[in-house]
T-cell receptor, first 112, second 112 residues
Framework: DAKTTQPNSMESNEEEPVHLPCNHS???????IHWYRQLPSQGPEYVIH???SNVNNRMASLAIAEDRKSSTLILHRATLRDAAVYYC?????????????FGAGTILRVKS | AAGVIQSPRHLIKEKRETATLKCYPI?????VYWYQQGPGQDPQFLIS???????DKGSIPDRFSAQQFSDYHSELNMSSLELGDSALYFC???????????FGPGTRLTVT
């Protein structure tokens, strides 16, 4: 599985946008970029995923660099409930089994 | 909407005992994944099943086994429990192999 690099932690103010970066310089053409988050004492939660184009859903937006070597998860208005560990995960569409390999994510703290 | 159900939510066992964790995926989801998350660690992939067949295997100890049944629920059987097996065990399910996975709330296993 291709490696991703994320900041250990970030801090945001409530109701402000948050940009969570992820570097994946060794990404292959068949790697999908997935984002999951894990709130305290809960199971991981799917946030968003994409391949090449930017993606939007009700939770967040995913901005993918043109060379695909980096991506940014955007939370448009952070709330206290968004405080969680955010994981950027690459998953090769050719790989049988479709497992997710979690690495070290970003701990997001939201201040009121 | 129905979510992934895991039972029991909490389990306390003694060393060398056995434990069985159950996972009930979202209806129509045909793939089940098992993850282990130790204290302060990131989730680690154990094993997955697609249409009742093992589809991938991660860092699952030989003392553990799992299967998926005809109704798509899955069970993780753990024998000769060790203190180091104390962890949160998450089950996830998916329908679209390229899309998001839905995680359950987890089973907290404590081995004393």
């Amino acid at each position: 599985d291709a490696k991703t690099t994320q900041p250990n932690s970030m801090e945001s103010n409530e109701e402000e946008p948050v940009h969570l970066p992820c570097n994946h310089s060794t990404i292959s053409g068949t790697d999908y970029i997935h984002w999951y988050r894990q709130l305290p004492s809960q199971g991981p939660e799917y946030v968003i995923h994409g391949l090449t184009s930017n993606v939007n859903n009700r939770m967040a937006s995913l901005a993918i660099a043109e060379d695909r070597k980096s991506s940014t998860l955007i939370l448009h208005r952070a709330t206290l409930r968004d405080a969680a560990v955010y994981y950027c995960i690459l998953r090769d569409a050719r790989e049988y089994g479709n497992k997710l390999v979690f690495g070290a994510g970003t701990i997001l703290r939201v201040k009121s | 909407a129905a979510g992934v159900i895991q039972s029991p939510r909490h389990l306390i066992k003694e060393k060398r005992e056995t434990a069985t964790l159950k996972c009930y995926p979202i209806p129509r989801h045909d793939t089940v994944y098992w993850y282990q998350q130790g204290p302060g660690q990131d989730p680690q992939f154990l094993i997955s099943f697609y249409e009742k067949m093992q589809s991938d295997k991660g860092s699952i100890p030989d003392r553990f086994s799992a299967q998926q049944f005809s109704d798509y629920h899955s069970e993780l059987n753990m024998s000769s429990l060790e203190l180091g097996d104390s962890a949160l065990y998450f089950c996830a399910s998916s329908l679209d192999p390229t899309g998001g996975k839905v995680f359950g709330p987890g089973t907290r296993l404590t081995v004393t």
